[in-house]
């Protein structure tokens, strides 16, 4: 009976559409609403075989049969989420203007929900159609490539169930790309040419470069430590979500080089290291460092920044008499798909989420950066971090290396349960 329902389900969601052509072939047919009650009812299937076999009711694994979860992992998911992952891509080459009546936004928002759920060697082994760009340098495989060139433009439609689609279905793979940059060849410059530069994923810096200068149209009469309020899913929304989703998405690929040389090394190499003889891991880091430093994609993203964090980041909903103040630092973000209630403090917080990452993963860069601005903004910054950034950022680290012990060579860090006060310099 299960195998029956799956075989069904692939079939409707290949047929709902245009029978008999599958939907990521024709999807012209979703301009019909009885359609597109149709597509959403399937996906919602999806989601919940999903959850179901994710993790099994306690009650229910003695009673499935033993193959059960097995003929879903390896038969059924397959086909289902091939078909599913195309069909993004297909309408909005179908449905290029979202704010047609007819644009199917319950679809992507159904299907988005679906896709969160899709397996991540499915998508390092995609069956999407070979998208390679001439002259693009990459190191990645070829099916990995084409995702990033395929769904990083969809960052910037303007459909936020879209967005945040593909933000979370490209986050599942951004930790793995660095690896392949392993033996990968850096970019030198004559006045430096000891120090070469790596490019992270250039279909992610395209969509940076498509965003800044639009962000900085709109922010150009906002004074740094102003808070500019943008309108909730408007053009300027969608294009300062998808500027933070995209800056999110490179902070995580940042992140997955991992630097062996120094825990907080993030800015350029030491003159005393030589390159050729740093881990691959350092070597990486310092490579994607001095890349962003040189194209200054850091610098004009932490200026839009202090224009869209409020200046009191406090986090909405809470009582006037609430002991310890919740703000958008102490309190994740959730990007869900489906999330219509609190729009229109999403960027704000996003925003904040942003420049947390900054300063924890690139603390160096960040800190050039506020040594290089003219003293009412090195002022502006260095007050609102040091109030609502680095007393997280302590807490944080104080909480890690309490719960567990971390050898460095012949050194070892630990806390003792008797520590009661602490203090950090970790302020700009």
């Known amino acids: 009976m299960f195998s029956v329902l799956c075989y069904m389900l692939t079939q409707d969601v290949s047929a709902s559409v245009a029978p008999p052509q599958t939907a990521c072939e024709n999807v012209s047919g979703l301009g019909n609403p009885w359609v597109q009650l149709f597509v959403c009812e399937n996906a919602t ?3 919940a075989l999903s959850r179901f076999f994710s993790s099994p009711p306690a009650a229910a694994a003695d009673t499935l049969p033993a193959e059960l979860t097995a003929e879903w992992t390896d038969f059924f998911i397959e086909g289902i989420y091939s078909l599913l992952l195309h069909l993004p891509v297909k309408i909005t080459e179908a449905f290029a203007e979202p704010d047609d009546p007819l644009f199917p936004l319950a679809v992507l928002r159904s299907v988005g929900v679906a896709l969160t759920y899709i397996p991540v060697q ?23 490539q084409t995702l990033l060139n395929t769904l990083c433009p969809l960052l910037l439609f303007k459909a936020r169930p879209l967005q945040i689609t593909v933000y979370l279905l490209l986050e599942k793979v951004m930790g793995q790309l660095p690896e392949c940059d392993g033996e990968g060849e850096s970019s ?13 994923p250039e279909s992610l810096m395209a969509v940076l470069s498509a965003c800044e200068d639009l962000c900085e149209s709109v922010l150009a009469g906002v004074q740094v430590g102003e808070f500019a309020v943008v309108q909730p899913l408007s053009v300027e929304y969608s294009c300062f979500l998808g500027y933070l989703l995209s800056w999110k998405l490179l902070l995580s690929f940042f992140k997955a080089s991992p630097s062996h040389l120094c825990p907080y090394f993030c800015g350029p190499a030491p003159k005393n290291v030589n390159l050729g003889t740093v881990h691959t891991g350092t070597k990486l880091r310092v490579q994607y460092s001095l890349y962003l430093k040189r194209s ?11 224009k869209m964090m409020p200046e009191n980041p406090v986090y909405p909903g809470q009582s006037a008499d609430t002991k310890d103040t919740k703000t958008f630092f102490t309190e994740s973000l959730s990007l869900d798909v489906d999330k219509t209630a609190g729009v229109e403090w999403e960027l704000p917080h996003l925003a904040c989420g942003v420049y947390y990452s900054a300063v924890q993963d690139l603390p160096a860069m960040v800190r050039l950066w506020w040594n290089s601005q003219e003293k009412r903004v090195s002022a ?13 950022l302590s807490a944080q680290e104080i909480t890690s290396v309490h719960a567990s012990t971390q050898t460095f060579d012949s050194m070892t860090a630990d806390v003792a349960s008797t520590l009661t006060h602490f203090r950090r310099g970790r302020g700009i």
Do not use: C, G, M, W
């Open 188 to 200: 030198k410059t004559e006045d430096d040419a000891e120090e070469p530069s790596l490019s992270p």
């Open 296 to 306: 200054h994609s850091l610098h004009k993203l932490l200026i839009h920044l202090f």
């Open 45 to 47: 299937l999806i989601v």
């Open 122 to 144: 499915q998508l390092q082994k995609n069956s999407l159609p070979p998208y390679l760009i001439a002259d693009q340098k990459t190191n990645l495989p070829a099916a990995l």
């Open 380 to 392: 502006a910054v260095e007050r609102f971090t040091t109030r609502h950034v680095s007393p997280v």
